[in-house]
């Protein structure tokens, strides 16, 4: 007999986890990032290219990101707008099936 307590379990520790990402991902990332600031402070205090490249960098990073949610949100009120019919398709011909009688005919 299989035990699937240790599946269900890892599935439930998961979902309260912080971020979907695991803890080498975070580590990554947040390297990446501490480098990135480093550079930033350090080098683009005396480099006035170095502080336009970088602040145009993380320029296009937040336009991106905001340009990303900004159609997801558009996305989501073009799908919801579609999703609301199909219900209400659903709900009228689920009431016409609840409605009609079943009569049992013998032969």
Request: with cysteine; net charge neutral; aromatic share 10%.
């Amino acid at each position: 007999m299989l035990n699937r307590s240790t599946e269900t379990d890892s599935a439930y520790q998961q979902s309260w986890n912080f971020s979907p990402l695991s803890k080498l991902q975070l580590g990554i990332i947040i390297g990446i990032l501490t480098v990135y600031s480093l550079i930033y402070l350090i080098y683009a205090q005396h480099h006035l290219i170095v502080l336009y490249i970088m602040t145009g960098l993380i320029f296009a990073l937040m336009s991106l990101l905001y340009t990303s949610g900004i159609l997801a949100v558009t996305y989501m009120l073009i799908k919801m707008d579609k999703l609301e019919k199909e219900v209400e398709n659903c709900t009228i011909t689920k009431i016409a099936i609840n409605d009609a009688e079943i009569k049992v005919v013998d032969k």
